[in-house]
């Protein structure tokens, strides 16, 4: 594939960002997947969009491509990897919320969101993408 035609590629996924560093480093799935050390199946379902890795899974990828992480994330991964309950909590609060208010309107408990705030726990991406239809 040319380069300019690589530069045409979409990168809005993380399938579609690691599919487009592995094409410009013109190497096959199987040869990729040697070098980022993940199995061939699961790396497959993660070009194609069916599986999403751990946050964990891409800072590995990443440090073996010698890349910055986040250009992998996408905007859950992003949200939750630089303590996303100040960020939780600032929301809350510019919506003028409660904890119990945003706890009933995301469907999860007060105790939830205090944890979440205080970076105890992170939120899923479901409650994520619900969190986002707020703002």
Same mark, same amino acid.
């Given at each position: 594939?040319?380069?300019?035609?690589?530069?045409?590629?979409?990168e809005t996924t993380i399938g579609e960002k690691l599919k487009k560093v592995r094409l410009k480093?013109?190497?096959?799935?199987?040869?990729?997947?040697?070098?980022?050390?993940?199995?061939?199946s699961y790396y497959v379902d993660i070009e194609n969009d069916i599986n999403i890795p751990s946050?964990?899974?891409?800072?590995?990828?990443?440090?073996?491509?010698?890349?910055?992480?986040?250009? $992998?994330?996408?905007?859950?991964? #992003?949200?939750?990897? @630089?303590?996303?309950?100040?960020? &939780? /909590? *600032?929301?809350?609060?510019? +919506?003028? $919320?409660?904890?119990?208010?945003? #706890?009933?309107?995301? @469907?999860?408990?007060?105790?939830? &969101? /205090? *944890?979440?705030?205080?970076? +105890?726990?992170?939120?899923?991406?479901?409650?994520?993408?619900?969190?986002?239809?707020?703002?």
């Amino acid at each position: 594939m040319k380069e300019t035609q690589l530069d045409s590629l979409p990168e809005t996924t993380i399938g579609e960002k690691l599919k487009k560093v592995r094409l410009k480093q013109h190497l096959t799935q199987k040869d990729f997947c040697n070098i980022i050390d993940v199995d061939r199946s699961y790396y497959v379902d993660i070009e194609n969009d069916i599986n999403i890795p751990s946050i964990n899974i891409i800072n590995q990828i990443s440090l073996k491509l010698n890349m910055n992480p986040f250009y $992998l994330y996408d905007d859950y991964m #992003a949200f939750i990897s @630089n303590s996303p309950g100040g960020k &939780i /909590k *600032c929301i809350r609060e510019q +919506k003028k $919320l409660t904890q119990q208010k945003l #706890a009933n309107l995301l @469907n999860v408990s007060r105790e939830t &969101i /205090k *944890c979440w705030e205080n970076n +105890k726990t992170n939120l899923n991406r479901t409650n994520y993408s619900n969190l986002v239809k707020l703002i």
